[in-house]
């Protein structure tokens, strides 16, 4: 497999996290958080940071619930990878991402960062890149 670069969408109904990684690091980082209303972004937005950093697929996190069970919210989160796919013609993977938003706040507390100060710098870019990390670590590693 080829190096790809991958960028990630942690999708809300009021803000979208994006982050950006490579399959050779398996590393991501956070780049943005877009607005959404009524979890409809910008488009605009989302064509400059595809049009900046090239992914070559892209990758959306699903709000399942706890048992693995569809949710309201991971319909909506299938109907935007749906969306993005028609728009911008790349690869869209879904990925379970659950506990990602958790383990994001949970970094956050660790590093001395108040849930106040959340509003100031949202979790919602290190939530997706903590998906696309996990998405990264499950392609098949390249042979020489």
């Not at 398996?26 to 090239?54: C, H, M, T, Y």
């Not at 989160?77 to 796919?85: C, P």
């Not at 990925?95 to 956050?108: N, V, W, Y």
């Not at 100060?117 to 590693?141: F, G, H, I, K, M």
């Amino acid at each position: 497999m080829a190096l790809q670069r991958a960028m990630a969408f942690d999708y809300g109904t009021k803000q979208i996290g994006v982050a950006v990684g490579q399959t050779l690091t398996r590393r991501a980082e956070p780049v943005a958080v877009l607005r959404a209303r009524d979890g409809v972004p910008d488009w605009n937005d989302i064509a400059r940071l595809i049009s900046e950093w090239k992914p070559d697929t892209l990758v959306v996190g699903l709000p399942l619930n706890m048992d693995g069970s569809a949710s309201e919210m991971s319909g909506r989160a299938e109907k935007f990878s749906r969306r993005l796919h028609g728009r911008f013609n790349l690869p869209v993977h879904c990925i379970d991402e659950r506990l990602s938003t958790f383990e994001a706040k949970q970094s956050l507390r660790d590093s001395g960062r108040t849930p106040a100060s959340y509003r100031d710098n949202p979790v919602d870019s290190l939530a997706a890149a903590l998906l696309l990390e996990t998405w990264l670590n499950e392609q098949p590693e390249e042979t020489p």
